[in-house]
């Protein structure tokens, strides 16, 4: 089974795929630093940084779809940060600002990481001495965050295989039990990776 | 020839209680390939995993294993996983960098060796198991054969005297097997296999270690041991066709 949802078009070939990494990962922190900090109302920002970041995104050849997709995806986190400023007096623009925000921020990463693999971006942070355990931590959650996908996937298909009467109150068990035997499983195997790399002088 | 792994009395028990080995004892000369088989469950993982010390946690006092003359204890370690391969039974397990030329370069880095040799080991190792130009690539995105061959070259860019080797040929295609067979024949360090595999160990190892629950109940030539059919089947295992008929791979 493979994987790819987080960055399946990171390695295009396209003029924004080339640029080096080092500049757009800074040019991306950048903006989403500038969008948080922009204050209320500053409507020239919001849309120039919208056109910046579609003119981006179609020179980037990463299907439009793809990008919107993402976006729908991520929106409710944004949607449920926002919700409750509507309930204060003067609400409506406060929540708009807050939900623009947040949607030019993912749309910003979704660029990012779909146009940097994430490989490179590492590189960048381990030569930007950001503290070489941390790098090593996200080194290893991108790796295995796809074998824990495709473990909990066969675990539940291996699930459903036995399960004749699909019963609500079954189904939200069966659930509960994948996810803790996945965490099991995920200790373990964190145990043999921890072996596999002290095997080859890590201490 | 001067032994250059000597195991003896080995004892080991799991933090459950579970008695995985029962006082084991044996040696490897230099340049031997010697194959460790058993039923599952019979120790043979574990018995691997003190070969670099990996277990027990905390080496015991006197140290059971001896490798290359240094005795396995806490200040052995380094030099002795630095000499040492130990291939895992699971790719996912040894695969845990984003791509596969940091993965192959792991094990140098460790080492402290400089950026240029690094690179010159991990192009070499590559082009040995028939990788060369893979480097970019990112393990999860491999076939089964190709993690298995990523894990090999990890493992020979440290340039080990010892390759110790936990079922490398389980779950790969007849050709699969084939290929990493002669890979593995064409490597001049002293090889420790354990594999269910017997067509495997018929090619490639002279010895055969036979394990059971936790004692070695046999040690001597291949083609006799794996011959004795009643041995082999009162330990869950069988003789292998190899043995019984010809074979049209030669």
């Known amino acids: 089974m493979r994987h790819d949802f987080l960055d399946r078009y990171s390695r295009l070939q396209s003029p924004i795929h080339r640029l080096p990494a080092g500049l757009k990962l800074i040019s991306a922190l950048l903006l989403v630093l500038a969008t948080v900090m922009m204050p209320q109302g500053s409507l020239w920002f919001y849309i120039l940084a919208t056109l910046g970041l579609l003119v981006l995104a179609a020179m980037s050849t990463i299907p439009p779809r793809f990008v919107l997709g993402r976006l729908l995806m991520l929106e409710p986190v944004v949607l449920g940060f926002s919700i409750f400023s509507i309930f204060r007096s003067d609400g409506w623009p406060i929540f708009l600002t807050l939900m623009t925000k947040g949607t030019l921020s993912i749309l910003t990463m979704i660029i990012l990481a779909n146009t940097t693999p994430f490989a490179k971006i590492l590189e960048l942070l381990r030569s930007a001495r950001v503290p070489g355990l941390l790098v090593t931590v996200l080194a290893l959650l991108?790796?295995?965050?796809?074998?824990?996908?495709?473990?909990?996937?066969r675990m539940h298909r291996a699930r459903q295989s036995r399960t004749f009467v699909a019963k609500n109150s079954q189904r939200y068990r069966t659930i509960a039990t994948v996810v803790s035997q996945l965490f099991v499983r995920s200790t373990e195997r964190a145990d043999r990776i921890y072996a596999a790399m002290r095997a080859r002088g890590w201490q | 020839m001067s032994a250059i792994i000597s195991v003896n009395d080995l004892h080991f028990s799991y933090p459950d209680g579970k008695q995985a080995l029962k006082g084991v004892t044996f040696n490897v000369n230099e340049g031997e390939c010697v194959a460790v088989i058993g039923p599952n469950g019979s120790g043979k993982s574990t018995l691997l995993l003190h070969l670099n010390g990996i277990l027990p946690d905390t080496p015991s006092i006197p140290p059971s294993c001896t490798v290359l003359d240094l005795p396995v204890s806490q200040g052995n370690l380094p030099q002795i996983r630095r000499s040492v391969g130990l291939l895992f039974?699971?790719?996912?397990?040894?695969?845990?960098?984003?791509?596969?030329?940091?993965?192959?370069?792991?094990?140098?880095q460790q080492f402290g060796l400089p950026e240029e040799t690094v690179r010159k080991r991990v192009t070499s190792a590559l082009e040995r198991v028939d990788l060369a130009g893979f480097d970019e690539r990112s393990p999860h995105h491999l076939s089964g054969g190709e993690k298995r061959r990523v894990c090999l070259a990890g493992v020979l860019a440290c340039e080990p005297s010892v390759l110790v080797l936990d079922e490398p040929t389980s779950d790969l295609d007849p050709r699969g097997k084939r290929e990493l067979t002669s890979l593995l024949a064409g490597l001049p360090a002293t090889k420790i296999i354990a594999t269910h595999d017997l067509e495997l160990v018929v090619r490639l190892c002279p010895r055969t270690i036979l394990l059971d629950n936790g004692r070695i109940v046999a040690d001597g030539p291949t083609l006799p041991l794996l011959s004795d059919e009643p041995l082999m089947l009162r330990h869950g295992l069988e003789k292998p066709h190899i043995l019984l008929h010809s074979h049209p791979h030669g």
């Open chain 1, 142 to 153: 991108y790796r295995y965050l796809f074998l824990l996908i495709d473990e909990g996937e």
């Open chain 2, 89 to 108: 039974q699971d790719p996912d397990d040894q695969l845990f960098c984003p791509t596969v030329y940091d993965d192959v370069a792991f094990g140098p």
